[in-house]
């Protein structure tokens, strides 16, 4: 089982996982778990790495047949629901663009290997990626809605709800509620909307302005409460929730000069990469936002990119070093492949054996070059003194979780089994550094 917590971990720094939202205005992102647990199952059960791929552009997108793969399907979108956000933006068209931003720029990086976020304020400098091609991604992403689950705070001007799951947790984190506790919660949402409404009476009579503080601490309250009502069925059971993506009204984005919000120009049709236009020519039908046909075109067979730079993080995580040494870069200003070859090899064979991560890795491992010593040649050296060519195993750092692991095995305390939810779930949706201390999670054995 601890295969795929391992290698899921390194897909999860990829996706850049975490469980709050960064910036300036910290709050947690208390469902980030379910995605983490869906990277872990995909791994251990060798989910073909297109499908893994698909799922987490538009799972919500795809057909399905029971209630659990939906839900599995709805979780793994989450991979482009989660990232830093500022939620603190007083500009909601400034703030959906920034999301859309770091979406596409995840979804490039992580996928494809290339860095398609340079062209939003202009063409790309160093490779052929143009502004247009930018927002042609920008309208498919624009037409998809992202629940991330923050609730409104004094410093978050940008709260979202979260998708309601399917299935109920078999083990859930919050507890159920009474009737009467439900009946309680409604009548306390009653009486803080009519202290809003009672104040601002009082003040348009005094000829006063509203104490907009005041007010903002009223509305957070209704919002936490209305939040919680929110996640409860009928019996006050909690439902399930969880952080991803759903259509919305399909819209094409305009230019947005030298990326100025207030400044749109032209209007550019919801589309793919020009420079990989060989890849299919899937188009996008009148109606839908696109990413069911982006995720297909990302990993068509047909795409130089998706599959070589898959290969090339397995390779970089068995050897130590990339064949690419630049992973997120494959453009211009990136490093070239040391061996073009092995690695066009190493994807084939990766697409033919039905993108399956465990037969490749298995096919590395068993490689004379994977098996060779770290044992110093004088003449190889000579010869090679990079190792370039791989005559010895490149020595190589232990990194600090497998380093932390490996203590905690030798002290007999390493916990193997999976914890349910994370410690920031139990703490729920609050804001780091104000409602939550950071010094306050306690790190866990596992």
């Known amino acids: 089982p601890q295969f795929g ?46 499908d893994f791929i698909r799922e987490q552009i538009a799972g919500d997108l795809l057909p399905i047949k029971t209630d659990e793969k939906w839900q599995e399907n709805l979780i793994a979108t989450g991979f482009l629901a989660m990232g830093t956000k500022g939620l603190n933006e007083r500009s909601p068209r400034q703030f959906r663009m920034d999301v859309i931003d770091e979406q596409i720029d ?3 990086q992580a996928i494809l290997g290339i860095t398609v976020a340079c062209a939003r304020c202009h063409d790309h400098k160093l490779d052929p990626i143009p502004t247009t091609d930018y927002y042609a991604l920008a309208g498919i992403f624009l037409s998809t809605k992202t629940f991330y689950g923050t609730v409104s705070g004094l410093q978050n001007r940008r709260p979202s709800t979260l998708l309601l799951l399917p299935l109920i947790d078999k083990h859930r984190l919050s507890r159920s509620y009474s009737q009467a506790e ?17 104040q601002r009476s009082e003040a348009r009579r005094n000829g006063e302005q509203v104490e907009q503080r005041k007010m903002l601490a009223l509305r957070n309250q209704i919002a936490r409460v209305e939040g919680i009502l929110s ?7 909690p439902q399930s929730v ?9 819209v094409n984005a305009n230019v947005l000069a030298r990326g100025v919000v207030e400044k749109p ?30 995720a297909d075109w990302l990993v068509s067979k047909e795409n130089p990119l998706t599959a070589r730079v898959m290969v090339n993080r397995l390779w970089m995580h068995l050897f130590g070093e990339a064949l690419v040494g630049t992973p997120n870069n494959w453009g211009f200003s990136g490093q070239r492949p040391t061996h ?85 779930a139990a703490a729920g949706n609050k804001r780091v550094g104000r409602l939550i201390d950071q010094s306050s999670i306690s790190p866990v054995n596992h």
């Not at 939202?21 to 073909?48: E, L, Q």
């Not at 439900?182 to 009672?198: A, C, D, F, P």
């Not at 996640?231 to 059971?237: C, D, K, Q, R, S």
């Open 231 to 237: 996640t409860l069925t009928t019996e006050g059971v």
């Open 265 to 294: 120009s032209q209007e550019v049709p919801r589309g793919f990469l020009q420079v990989l236009d060989d890849v299919g020519k899937a188009e996008i039908k009148a109606g839908k936002s696109g990413r069911r046909e982006l």
């Open 340 to 424: 073009p070859q092995l690695l066009d090899y190493l994807a084939i064979r990766f697409m033919e054996n039905d993108w399956s991560v465990k037969s490749m890795i298995r096919e590395i491992v068993l490689s004379q070059t994977y098996q060779r010593s770290s044992q110093f040649n004088p003449d190889n050296y000579a010869a090679d003194p990079d190792n370039k060519w791989l005559w010895r195993a490149n020595p190589r750092q232990v990194d600090a979780e497998a380093l932390r692991d490996s203590i905690l095995s030798l002290g007999g305390n390493l916990d193997l089994e999976r914890p349910h939810g994370s410690e920031i």
């Open 106 to 108: 995840t979804m490039s």
């Open 242 to 250: 969880g952080m991803g993506l759903q259509d919305s009204r399909p």
């Open 182 to 198: 439900i009946e309680g919660m409604r009548e306390r949402v009653s009486e803080l909307q009519t202290s809003i409404r009672t």
């Open 5 to 50: 917590e391992r290698w899921g971990r390194h897909w999860l720094d990829v996706a850049r996982y975490a469980e709050s939202s960064g910036k300036d205005v910290n709050f947690t992102f208390p469902h980030a778990w379910r995605y983490r647990d869906y990277v872990f199952d995909a791994f251990n059960a060798d989910k073909p790495y297109d």
